[in-house]
């Protein structure tokens, strides 16, 4: 069987330079070294993944984002530490939440939030202490 690795996370979007401003805010997002973000593109690296954001372009003949939940990719997840701390300066920042804080079994502790594109991300705490 070959092995599979991460390469990264494709993004489009009607405004490139706001997703971009957005991920490297509110989650800390940085620019892959020697790139800049352009109103066509942008290379982020997030989590020690690279997330690429392209632009789109009214007519280019691409679907709107679907309301949650729907067959296929939903999501992403990020693994934080210390989930209600990271929500409470997410809300602090004005980021939209549909989910709160919530422990959903032994162990795990998660969150949704939303892009400003739409974007369903959850966030994540593995932790013993969420019996």
């Given at each position: ?19 971009a401003?957005?991920?490297?805010d509110?989650l ?5 070294e ?26 280019d ?22 989930l ?17 804080p919530?422990t959903a079994r ?5 969150c ?10 959850e ?9």
């Open positions: 069987m070959p092995e599979y690795t991460w390469d990264h996370t494709h993004i489009r979007t009607y405004d490139v330079p706001g997703t401003a957005w991920l490297q509110k800390g997002a940085s620019n892959v020697g790139t800049k973000v352009s109103e066509a593109r942008a290379d982020l690296l997030l989590g020690g993944t690279k997330v690429i954001v392209t632009q789109v372009k009214e007519g003949g691409i679907n709107p984002t679907p309301a949650i939940p729907y067959a296929g990719f939903e999501h992403f997840g990020l693994g934080v530490r210390d209600d701390k990271v929500a409470a300066e997410l809300k602090a920042k004005g980021v939209e939440f549909t989910r709160e919530v032994p162990g795990l502790r998660i949704f939030i939303r892009s400003p594109q739409g974007i369903s991300i966030l994540l705490e593995r932790d013993a202490k969420y019996a």
